[in-house]
């Protein structure tokens, strides 16, 4: 099969687009033809390497996949060829109290599919068949990639972690990204006023179509200033924080009294200054959030399907050209997912 790998860490040159051996499904198993693979920052952070994780080398990235069965294991019972499906990118024990509870992200062992495990950068990839959802048939492939792994962690952030509720005002950091854009439409179907920031007003203006009730230009004005102008100097119930180190202590400052800050990531970094003074003082709450549950997941597909919750696609590029898809993440030009079509 065709596959874009990298053989050791570094920059976008080090991706190659080669033939690599077809993977043979396991048992419980399934063989995945890939139609669409959609981009995540994880991609980029496993391709030049994190301190104290080991990726496999050499290594296929690529967590969102889209694809049509094509062979099973011999335990598999219900996915036959020809489904087309898409993939639940969480891989867990499915026995110890975390998965048993629905808490599959807490496992010990959980992994991504696509960060320490091949993903679907390639014309094939095998998955075990629990983490296979019918894809809905009028969703376009790229439209299916562009939904898993940003869906099931905006909501898992906004939903079970910070617990938002309807009237509650929520600010939504980084809009044009993939967890942005979701967050802003989960927000928005929960019936929270959604205040969104971005870098540029083009950015803007596309959050605005995706429910955002309030704009932040974070390269022309000051986040907190404008989020206690926008709140009558109250604040905001809930900060949707994945920066980091850029953001950070804006966040926290920008929240109301007894307000939560939920962090799923640290895009600029990982450290953040914090007054602790502050974090009592106003009775704050600063929660993290890690990817989702396979039910969390299949709820936003439920959602997808009764078109209340759309993905947005930014660029379609080739399979071969995956190191001019990452370029633009890298110089965020995007907003929404890219995705790659092998």
């Not at 051996?21 to 995540?40: F, G, I, S, T, Y």
């Not at 000051?222 to 109250?234: L, N, Q, S, Y």
């Not at 905001?236 to 850029?246: L, T």
């Amino acid at each position: 099969m065709k596959a874009v790998v990298f053989h050791e860490h570094g920059g976008i040159d080090k991706l190659r687009y080669e033939d690599r051996p077809d993977p043979v499904a396991k048992d419980d198993e399934v063989l995945v033809h890939v139609r669409a693979c959609a981009l995540n920052h994880l991609d980029l952070w496993a391709r030049i390497g994190l301190p104290g994780v080991q990726i496999p080398l050499p290594h296929i990235s690529g967590s969102d996949i889209c694809g049509e069965v094509v062979g099973t294991g011999r335990l598999v019972s219900k996915a036959r060829p020809g489904d087309a499906v898409m993939v639940s990118p969480g891989l867990s024990c499915g026995v110890c109290e975390y998965c048993l509870s629905g808490r599959d992200s807490m496992c010990r062992s959980y992994k991504i599919i696509g960060y320490l495990v091949d993903g679907g950068y390639a014309e094939l990839v095998s998955v075990p068949e629990v983490n296979l959802i019918p894809k809905p048939e009028w969703l376009k492939p790229e439209e299916a990639a562009a939904i898993p792994l940003v869906f099931m962690t905006a909501w898992h952030m906004l939903v079970t972690r910070a617990g938002i509720a309807p009237g509650e005002t929520v600010l939504i950091l980084g809009a044009g990204s993939g967890v942005g854009s979701a967050a802003i439409q989960i927000a928005n179907l929960l019936g929270a006023h959604v205040i969104a920031t971005a870098g540029n007003d083009e950015k803007l203006r596309l959050a605005k179509t995706l429910g955002a009730d309030e704009l932040i230009n974070h390269s022309q004005q000051d986040i907190v200033e404008e989020a206690r102008r926008i709140t009558g100097k109250r604040g905001v119930d809930v900060v949707f924080e994945h920066v980091g180190s850029a953001t950070w202590e804006k966040s926290i400052k920008a929240l109301a009294a007894g307000g939560r800050l939920v962090t799923c990531g640290a895009t600029t970094g990982y450290a953040g200054r914090t007054d602790i003074r502050y974090v009592y003082s106003r009775q704050l709450s600063i929660l993290g959030s890690y990817m989702a549950s396979k039910a969390e997941l299949l709820k936003v597909v439920d959602l997808v399907r009764q078109r209340r919750l759309k993905a947005v696609v930014d660029k379609v590029y080739p399979l071969a050209d995956a190191a001019e898809a990452q370029a633009r993440m890298e110089k965020r030009e995007h907003f929404g997912k890219i995705v790659l079509l092998p």
